[in-house]
């Protein structure tokens, strides 16, 4: 490839990741720490780009100027940067939801061995927590920590057969290790929530258990107060 | 020279040499670049409704995250070793390593630790070496250890793995040990002969001519690799079912043997390889250090690199030494740390 195509894909590259930065969309992909890398990675290879266009404008008319040195050979592997740039602009997917969530199993495990679960905050009502908090303390601290209390969750809808749970996707370096975790709903839910709904529930601790088919791990409930509907977070990872 | 650093790419030849190239019409890159963005945008709707399906936007978010999570550190590792190719002249290595090769050899595995390079571009740096009279050895032991070790691997790593450090240790331990013992062993079993001495290029544009080519040239060039490696964690992630996965995952030999193999196949930068790794989530602590460790030291693209810069002879007898002591250091340092 050219340089001064490879100038084209750099730029697009480039401008496509401070796109994302820009709209928020990157949330989708990674975590809010990760605005830091992706920020100033996207500027270095719109200036490399930019650096790159003028060398090859300057140089442009000398024979054999674009074959230095081993350059052309190497850099064919070069055209595959657009399938990411392609993947940024065009496709532009949303966050992984319901449809990879049902397919895959809970990630509860991944919690086993926390040890210290701090009573929760008495000024607060309900306790906002999230999915995995809630899980957790209710799977492996039977539940001590949550009784009495009213807790505050969101996450969106899944279907598990026709089963809705509520589910949230736990991500611990990008989108590409994201894993649901879910939680299952004990007493009167509304009717007719699409899978992908988001929803805040409120509702109390249930010592009721469940297990995620696909991997066997438990699956905990909580006993529904109310459910209502919200729009999805900037943020739909925990 | 450059017909046997191309490797693979044969359709190359006809651009090397010091001749310049034999004018070709048809199709420029330029040319099909500008085609191909037409028809992505004027094809838009229609792209956008074949890659609408809940399966593919799966794979693509996941495609997207593994690209955007490792480019930055792609472009930080790319940025530091152009800087060094071309700011710190080749001399300066030759004053800095010892004479005797027992001392040189764990030196310069160490000073990889220091000096961030890429593998592509710690590929050239060791032929710089070699011919500047460093021994061959060491040269060995610092083209393996650089790309493996370095800062920007370290603090990626500890990202990707957040909050089990233990796997940062057992991965600079297993790639440090692992290319001490090449260098050594080299030095007690490598020939001279074996070797086929690169020429030198030199820069005549100036330094930051030479420090942008080589950021475009190595970024463009990992990139791409890169780019394979995500798609195919995307789709292990998104198309394989969690059920076959687990039965490679869960048999300990197995699922270190599959991901070193995975490791050589997919050729990821040492750069972003831990965020590949740690997203396999399925394998092993030990099996995911084995991809870690093993394919910064041997993969498809570096084979090809080592066999155009010392030889297909070299090549040959290399890629198995190193793929061996490499996984056998990653087992060992799983076992010890993990």
């Not at chain 2, 004027?42 to 593994?66: C, D, H, K, M, N």
């Amino acid at each position: 490839m050219r340089r001064d195509a490879q100038a084209v894909i750099l730029l697009l590259l480039g401008g496509g990741m401070i796109r994302l930065i820009v709209t928020g969309e990157y949330l989708n992909y990674v975590k809010p720490y990760a605005f830091w890398l992706v920020l100033p990675a996207g500027i270095i290879l719109v200036v490399t780009a930019v650096v790159t266009a003028w060398m090859a404008w300057r140089d442009r008319g000398e024979p054999g100027a674009d074959a230095h040195g081993h350059d052309q050979g190497r850099s064919k592997v070069a055209w595959l940067l657009l399938a990411p740039v392609v993947g940024m602009l065009l496709v532009a997917p949303d966050a992984l939801g319901s449809y990879e969530a049902e397919r895959t199993g809970t990630a509860l495990g991944a919690e086993e061995n926390r040890s210290t679960y701090p009573e929760l905050p008495d000024d607060v009502d309900p306790v906002p927590l999230t999915l995995m908090d809630y899980a957790a303390r209710a799977v492996f601290d039977d539940g001590i920590t949550l009784e009495d209390r009213r807790i505050q969750l969101r996450g969106f809808i899944l279907y598990d057969g026709d089963e809705p749970q509520l589910a949230r996707m736990v991500v611990a370096c990008c989108a590409a290790d994201a894993r649901p975790v879910k939680i299952g709903f004990e007493g009167d839910v509304p009717e007719g929530l699409e899978p992908d709904q988001w929803v805040e529930v409120v509702g109390v601790y249930t010592p009721r258990e469940g297990r995620d088919e696909i991997n066997g791990e438990l699956v905990p409930y909580i006993e529904v107060e109310s459910v209502t509907k919200i729009e999805s977070p900037d943020n739909e990872y925990q | 020279m450059s017909r046997d650093l191309a490797g693979s790419e044969a359709a190359s030849t006809d651009a090397a040499g010091p001749a310049p190239p034999p004018r070709r019409r048809g199709l420029t890159s330029v040319e099909a670049l500008a085609l191909l963005l037409v028809f992505g945008l004027t094809a838009r709707p229609g792209l956008a409704e074949l890659l609408g399906g809940e399966l593919s936007q799966a794979w693509a978010a996941r495609f997207v995250a593994v690209a955007v999570q490792a480019i930055p550190f792609l472009v930080a590792g790319t940025l530091l070793s152009a800087a060094i190719a071309s700011f710190v002249p080749a001399s300066w290595f030759t004053r800095a390593v010892p004479k005797r090769t027992a001392i040189a050899v764990p030196v310069a595995g160490l000073s990889g630790a220091v000096l961030p390079g890429c593998e592509c571009a710690s590929v050239p740096v060791a032929g710089a070496l070699v011919k500047r009279g460093v021994a061959p050895a060491a040269a060995f032991t610092f083209m393996l250890a650089s790309p493996a070790i370095n800062p920007v691997v370290i603090v990626s790593t500890f990202v990707a793995f957040s909050g089990q450090p233990e796997m940062v240790a057992a991965r600079f331990c297993a790639s440090l040990g692992a290319a001490i013992a090449i260098g050594w062993l080299w030095a007690k079993l490598g020939r001279s002969e074996w070797l086929r001495l690169p020429a030198h290029r030199d820069h005549e544009d100036g330094k930051w001519a030479a420090f942008w080519s080589s950021l475009r040239g190595d970024f463009v060039q990992a990139g791409g690799y890169l780019v394979i490696g995500a798609a195919i964690a995307a789709t292990l992630n998104t198309l394989v079912p969690e059920r076959w996965l687990a039965v490679v995952a869960e048999n300990p030999v197995l699922g270190v043997l599959a991901l070193a193999a995975l490791a050589v196949l997919v050729s990821i930068c040492s750069e972003s390889d831990a965020f590949v790794a740690a997203s396999l989530t399925a394998f092993s602590p030990t099996a995911q250090l084995a991809f870690m460790v093993v394919g910064p030291f041997v993969d498809i693209k570096l084979i090809a690199m080592h066999a155009g810069t010392f030889g297909r002879g070299f090549a040959l007898r290399f890629t198995p030494a190193v793929f061996c002591v490499a996984l056998l250091a990653a087992v060992v340092m799983g076992a010890v740390w993990l």
